[in-house]
DNA sequence: GCCGCTTACGAAAACGGTTTCGTGTTAATA
DNA sequence: TATTAACACGAAACCGTTTTCGTAAGCGGC
């Protein structure tokens, strides 16, 4: 087993001093030719590789980014994750990542634990919980150490910070229009249980392409479900009983369960009622029918959080009037057959 | 902007020694208790935290674990990476991953960077690429630096190090007796493109099903397809040309796809056709019919690579003649609507 | 022979902790 | 009263780097 190489023991090897080692290796112009030669050769059979810990030590830098989501077995948090990932790589960052389990105390601790020196900056969406208790002091304590954050999703405007988002009313308020135009008129809703704002912002673009259309707004047709528990029969009967000619679901998990249970009631999609999900994931892809869906561009949202991060980590020189910015990505609804054809 | 508070600046303010400080924190006997409680109480007002890097500079520890897989956004993947996020964090461990996307060149950089330091051990899933090159020097050498490596899944019998598995050949094998069981003689293979060993197991399984059963073995009924891009048109020639009563897929997007393919084609699932796969995702849980698969536990697999892991971390005193072990986790098949009813 | 300049290198501080080993003060003991 | 042990604390080394500053040696010029 052969341990690591540091300098001490180099400089100890070739008789001379850690700074003349720790120079050389720089190729510093203070050395001399030969003993350059001589310790770049050493270094080299030897393997060195200087340690990260002491270097982030020494420059209070680690070249770590701490990223803390709710969920990672999530297709849009995973995609987002590869964005952030690909782009932190390409610019030689390390990438730590807690997941809070939609829990406000393992967000909290979590971030405490990074904060103490583990990381250069955070990417982070909020937990359920912490949206629900709308408590945004470990997030404050963690910003006015200095240490930049960027919110994504999932954000607040309590704090102040770079935040990426998507446009989540337009985007459902287009993709009604878009139900609307090809001749729907009694269109649901399917939507998480309360807390999540950007549900509620879906919910609401749903009400004013109802609104604007002169579509009467149908509380009857919103269907609320819990988040991540399974709950079939409060589906079953709410399609059972309501009628419908398309339906909006905020996630592509509800979408493609809700498929399931009309075709089993025997309505057919889309002829019968046609369907959009958020969240342009593989199950749009593979279901059958496919389902349409409203691309939230994931990557994109994770490598713009990164680029933001760095920017702001890289620029730390006494950042003139700290400025943050709220970059909105523009969700893209990718039409498959859950929503052919035109009724009428 | 109240910057990090460190021992220097408590022990200025109270006028003692950073010693006196470190010691009165840790609550040493050493120190007198008015003192202690001086300095404790001046800690907590100003939120006093040890710094990470300068402890796991000090002890050679980071308390961070390096994973290093193929993809992200991959169920399987995400589902065992929850699995060591969770254990290791209930251990204290932070997790640095980083994403190999396959390439030979990518997982060896990303181990050298994480090598110097920065990481305590590593848990790994070997890219394809790597697997292809049979090259594994890297590996070998993280290891003769003594650092910790645990594989899963992706394995190789090159490197000497602990390892978890799951009995592919087997289940693969118990999966096609099940169909043959119900009835099905011509049972059909969808499979990758060679060079994954995971892949090359379950098709063993599947021939040694086809022999003990005296079943012939059709190459004609073996398809296969690249990795990670589409390619319908080779699926679809595969189900229109060839005639079978059940398919064997190793992974549940072949199996989902080819599902749907045949359903085009106007055959019945499972009447005509039963369907089983591989990862047992949320693909199979919601698609039409849903998809009998073989479950990789990979939750579990993810939770004993991490408790494998810092096991070896946090004994490392002189471990008495280095003994790996290879953990197998039995896979079990869960049936559902694409398997039921037995033909005859 | 002395001054001053360049060249080539080393000493030491610093990053923020932990830990070992003194050491001065006080009180108990002979 | 002198010896000693307990107590309470500080100095310093150490982890592995980087970087500033100091300085010895060598040399040319006068």
Redo the contacts with the bound molecule.
């Keep these: 087993m052969k341990r690591k190489i540091?300098?001490?023991h180099i400089a100890r090897e070739l008789?001379?001093?850690?700074?003349?080692v720790?120079?050389a290796?720089?190729n510093s112009e203070?050395?001399?030719?030969d003993?350059k030669e001589k310790i770049q050769a050493f270094a080299r059979l030897y393997n060195y590789?200087?340690?990260n810990i002491?270097?982030s030590?020494?420059n209070?830098k680690t070249k770590n980014i701490g990223v803390i989501i709710p969920d990672i077995v999530h297709h849009f948090f995973t995609t987002v994750f590869r964005g952030i990932e690909k782009y932190a790589n390409a610019k030689g960052y390390n990438v730590i990542v807690c997941v809070s389990d939609e829990s406000f105390d393992k967000e909290v601790i979590n971030m405490e634990m990074l904060a103490n020196g583990s990381i250069d900056g955070f990417i982070m969406a909020l937990a359920g919980e912490t949206q629900l208790k709308n408590d945004y002091n470990h997030l404050k304590e963690v910003t006015e150490q200095g240490i930049p954050l960027v919110l994504f999703d999932r954000v607040t405007d309590e704090i102040h910070c770079d935040k990426v988002i998507i446009n989540d009313e337009e985007a459902a308020y287009l993709a009604v229009k878009k139900l609307i135009a090809s001749g729907r008129r009694e269109i649901a809703l399917v939507t998480t249980e309360g807390y999540l704002n950007v549900s509620a912002k879906r919910t609401e673009g749903y009400y004013r392409a109802l609104r604007e259309h002169g579509l009467p707004v149908q509380p009857d047709l919103v269907l609320q479900l819990p988040y991540q528990k399974e709950d079939d029969k409060k589906s079953e009967a709410f399609f059972r009983e309501r009628s419908m000619d398309a339906v909006l679901c905020v996630n592509e998990i509800f979408a493609v369960k809700s498929m399931g249970i009309v075709q089993r009631l025997g309505k057919r999609v889309p002829e019968d009622i046609a369907f959009i999900g958020f969240t342009d994931g593989i199950l749009s892809r593979l279901s059958t029918p496919t389902l349409s869906s409203v691309d939230q561009h994931g990557e994109l949202m994770g490598e713009t959080a990164a680029r933001m991060l760095i920017e702001k980590v890289e620029n730390d020189h006494e950042q003139e009037e700290e400025s943050y910015e709220t970059k909105i990505i523009s969700a893209t609804l990718v039409e498959r057959e859950s929503t052919l054809g035109t009724v009428n």
């Design positions: 540091t300098l001490k008789d001379v001093s850690i700074s003349t720790s120079k290796l720089k203070e050395i001399g030719q003993t590789r200087p340690n002491a270097i030590l020494k209070k």
